[in-house]
């Protein structure tokens, strides 16, 4: 038991470590720029690990493939990104729901998606009613009513029907357009079989919906204070 412990600890194993940790660490990133990112740290380790250390000449090889398959997956990414245009309200979507997913991915997932003009008054989820859609609202309000009472309202860069997408449960609320809406429409059924082939786009989806619950939990909160000042 000593040994295994000096052995773990032994200065020789820092690159190993190294090596093992940037590999466990890039299988949490949910970005695909910075998996590669990563596990070329972990395959540059790997090799000196092998090579300088262990004196494994065949360890060192695959490493060294190993970082070079990173690398062609990158140079690709690049090559592909050079090639994709985005309108503003596109853009604007990006940085709202797809942080840090490189544009040809994000390109796919918007192109499974319809944008839409609705027109004031357009229910998008009924409170207690299955979920059909994922709306992104890019111009116009939304009135978020529970029980008939209304509790919040959305507009420019809100998300409609995420938590009822996302757990397959009915709305907890109703939404209405109180004005005419621009919005990116995703119907159920598409969005689900696309997140499945792309767990990676579901991660950094999740992190645009906490992102946007945060901004209007904030923004009730803060007309919560402006109502109990009146």
Not at 46 to 56: A, E, K, P, W
Not at 186 to 192: A, R, T
């Amino acid at each position: 038991m000593h040994w295994i412990i000096e052995a773990f600890l032994a200065p020789s194993a820092i690159a190993g470590h190294v090596s093992y940790g940037l590999l466990v660490l890039s299988m949490l990133m949910s970005s695909i720029i910075w998996l590669r990112a990563i596990a070329i740290g972990s395959g540059v380790a790997g090799v000196i690990y092998s090579g300088m250390v262990l004196h494994d000449p065949v360890g060192a090889f695959w490493e060294g493939m190993f970082v070079m398959a990173n690398l062609f997956q990158l140079f690709v990414l690049y090559l592909r990104s050079r090639k994709v245009l985005f309108t503003d309200e596109e853009f604007l979507f990006c940085q709202n729901a797809l942080i840090l997913v490189p544009p040809a991915l994000a390109r796919q997932f918007i192109s499974i998606g319809k944008w839409k003009n609705l027109p004031a008054g357009t229910v998008l989820t009924r409170q207690d009613e299955t979920v059909e859609n994922l709306s992104y609202v890019a111009e116009g309000t939304v009135d978020v009513e529970v029980n008939d009472r209304l509790v919040a309202n959305c507009g420019p860069g809100d998300f409609i029907g995420e938590l009822g997408i996302l757990s397959g449960r009915p709305a907890t609320a109703s939404t209405r357009a109180t004005t005419d809406l621009r919005a990116l429409v995703f119907e159920k059924e598409g969005l689900m079989r696309h997140l499945q082939r792309r767990p990676d786009l579901k991660l950094a989806l999740q992190a645009g919906f906490k992102n946007n619950l945060r901004q209007k939990l904030t923004t009730a909160n803060e007309r919560t204070l402006a109502d109990l000042k009146v």
